[in-house]
């Protein structure tokens, strides 16, 4: 089913907004920027661009050689060199339809998790709670805008394996990585149990009650 916004042009609050649960509170959201640079599409523009020139050659050098046999079979011999120079192709034009490929994605971050909603014609939403977070790290590239890593599930058993979960091509990311670990420390601090609470707490709370 066809989503009923668009990723590329709707507002990212509005977005991560509809996917918050009920009293949930969008606390940051945003659109992210494709890391897709030049200087890291080089290699494999390079290699498509041998690949494919390699696929060209072979079908003409083939096919020049076997314009004068009479067998049949050799003229399907320079056939043999396209599917090269196909892929080839593919490779070396690969950042210029990538993008359009996979889509645009927004992140988001609520008072009880982080989310990512990326695709073009369907979407995919990923949600991770707080309270589950592991631990955080984040790159920070030129500009502001880089990366946050983060682990996925807690070890309850030693021995547990944790999935990895990040946020790419973040903008402003040091300030979007300080949101998120003030608003798990603010969570931890609500999740408190009330044994836990200093006692001068606990009695202002049966005090009121």
């Known amino acids: 089913?066809?989503?009923?916004?668009?990723?590329?042009?709707?507002?990212?609050?509005?977005?991560?907004?509809?996917?918050?649960?009920?009293?949930?509170?969008?606390?940051?959201?945003?659109?992210a920027v494709?890391?897709?640079?030049?200087?890291?599409?080089?290699?494999?523009?390079?290699?498509?661009?041998?690949?494919?020139?390699?696929?060209?050659?072979?079908?003409?050098?083939?096919?020049?050689m076997t314009q004068d046999q009479d067998n049949l079979a050799w003229r399907f011999f320079p056939l043999f060199g396209i599917p090269f120079a196909c892929i080839g192709l593919v490779m070396a034009t690969s950042p210029l339809w990538r993008p359009f490929?996979?889509?645009?994605?927004?992140?988001?971050?609520?008072?009880?998790?982080?989310?990512?909603?990326?695709?073009?014609?369907?979407?995919?939403?990923?949600?991770?709670?707080?309270?589950?977070?592991?631990?955080?790290?984040?790159?920070?590239?030129?500009?502001?805008?880089?990366?946050?890593?983060?682990?996925r599930g807690r070890m309850h058993v030693p021995g547990d394996i944790t999935r990895l979960g990040g946020l790419f091509g973040v903008p402003n990311v040091r300030r979007v990585a300080a949101d998120i670990e003030r608003a798990r420390s603010r969570m931890r601090v609500d999740a408190r149990p009330a044994e836990e609470s200093p006692p001068g707490e606990t009695r202002r709370a049966e005090a009121r009650s």
């Open 34 to 64: 494709s890391t897709r640079s030049v200087a890291r599409a080089l290699p494999s523009v390079v290699f498509g661009l041998f690949f494919g020139g390699f696929g060209a050659l072979w079908t003409l050098l083939a096919w020049a």
């Open 101 to 151: 490929v996979r889509g645009v994605a927004i992140y988001g971050l609520t008072d009880e998790r982080i989310l990512s909603v990326s695709g073009r014609k369907t979407l995919l939403v990923r949600s991770t709670s707080l309270a589950d977070l592991g631990d955080l790290q984040w790159v920070e590239r030129k500009g502001g805008m880089g990366d946050i890593l983060f682990a």
């Open 1 to 31: 089913m066809k989503p009923a916004y668009d990723l590329a042009t709707g507002q990212p609050v509005a977005i991560i907004r509809a996917h918050a649960g009920p009293g949930e509170r969008v606390l940051w959201a945003d659109r």
